[in-house]
Each structure stands twice: as C-alpha cells, then as structure tokens.
C-alpha cells in the first residue's frame, strides 16, 4: 500500500516560470518530509526538508509547503531553470522516540524545464 | 566529505548466480540503509543498520537476501540464486542525525 503518493508523474515548465510538485500521505504518523532528485544513473539528492511543527521552509529558490490536515505537501520551485530537470521524489518519516525512522518515497514526478 | 560509495555501479548476471554489493557510508555516519528501486517507483525499504547491528528488514527481503555490517563499517548486500524480479537499482543511504545521504547505486540486471 503506497503510504506516500505523487499523482503527477510528469511536470513541464519553461524556463523562469514556477514549477510546483505535489505530494499527498496516508500515515498520520508521519512528521517528517523531504524531497529528493534524482538524475538518470545517479541516488537521490537531498534537496529541503520539513518538519510537521512548521507549514513552510525556504531554501533558495526551493519552497516547501505542509497542510498537515490535508496530509498534503508540495516543492515549489521558482523560478525553474534547465537543469532542475530531473525526477523528484516527495519522502516521509515518523519519529521514533528521538530517532528519525525509515524513509517512505512516492513514485516520482518528471520535472522537464524547457527554456 | 567523500560521499556514500557503492560497488559496483553496474552488475550484469545470469539467472540462478549469487551477486553481492557493497556500501562505504560517509565515515561518522552510524546508520545505514539499503533501499531498491525498480523502474517507475520509489525507493523501497529493504533493511537498516544502526553499527553492526541489523535493526530493521522489510518483507521485501526474502531469504535470498542477506545482508551484514561487520565493524559497523562498511556494510555488504548479499542476493543468492538471483532471478529476473531482483533486477533493479540497489541504493544504499547512511545517516547520522536528520541527513539521508544517497550513493549513486548499484544496477543489477539479471539475465
């Protein structure tokens, strides 16, 4: 059972323009968020995180946002550039006591950035 | 920082051969993981050390898996009598506090 679910699987933007990537959970456990990218032949990158006790970071041109009552995320991106083109994966954690569990990925959304 | 290194990057077999994998996580890092990726899915989790220890496995890891962490070092992937389901990207991550860090992987495809 896919407890973690990115229902886009491909994103088109031009260049300069705002990318946003989607990301929806089923676990209430869950209370930690990252996303990840990934180029073909290569592991994911860590690119931001948040925790359930905010409903935004930033990180440059990196934004995400949390509705924890909608069990909702999303990475916006702004603005996009040609090489953010990559796969990105939205991933969740639950906190053990004061350790950070496994990580639960989504299937990935397809960033294409054309200039 | 030298990374998350993973051994060999690319492995190619014959059905019914046993093939084994190895992870060098960045040095300080205690925790490790393997996660498997097949084409159009997310990372799976397959088990995770904390040093030697092996502290979680997944139903995804059969009994033709194994895997160890001698020394708390480096840890090594194991896959007996390999079948063509088992073709796919091995990924191992290590993690001391709130950082996963990915190696590039290893491809297994069995033939």
């Known amino acids: 059972d896919q407890q973690v679910k990115q229902n886009s699987p491909s994103l088109s933007v031009q260049e300069g323009r705002i990318s946003i990537l989607n990301c929806d959970y089923t676990n209430s456990m869950f209370d930690y968020f990252l996303w990840y990218k990934k180029y073909p032949a290569e592991g994911p990158t860590f690119l931001i995180s948040?925790?359930?006790?905010?409903d935004k970071n930033e990180d440059g041109r990196f934004t995400v946002f949390l509705n924890k009552s909608a069990k909702h995320l999303s990475l916006h991106i702004v603005p996009s550039q040609p090489g953010d083109s990559a796969v990105y994966f939205c991933a969740a954690s639950a906190y053990r006591g004061s350790t950070l569990g496994r990580l639960y990925f989504g299937r990935g959304t397809q960033l294409t950035v054309w200039p | 920082d030298t990374g998350v290194s993973q051994n060999p990057r690319h492995k190619i077999t014959k059905r019914g051969q046993n093939v084994t994998f190895r992870c060098d996580p960045i040095s300080e890092h205690n925790r490790l993981y393997w996660y498997r990726q097949t084409l159009g899915q997310g990372p799976e989790f397959l088990t995770y050390f904390q040093n030697e220890a092996q502290l979680e496995k997944s139903r995804l890891l059969s009994d033709r898996f194994s895997a160890e962490r001698p020394k708390g070092s480096f840890s090594t992937l194991e896959i007996q009598r390999t079948e063509q389901g088992d073709s796919a990207m091995y990924l191992c991550?290590?993690?001391?506090?709130?950082?996963?860090?990915f190696g590039s992987g290893t491809r297994l495809t069995v033939v």
């Open positions: 991550a290590s993690r001391r506090d709130y950082g996963y860090t």
């Open positions: 948040i925790s359930s006790i905010k």
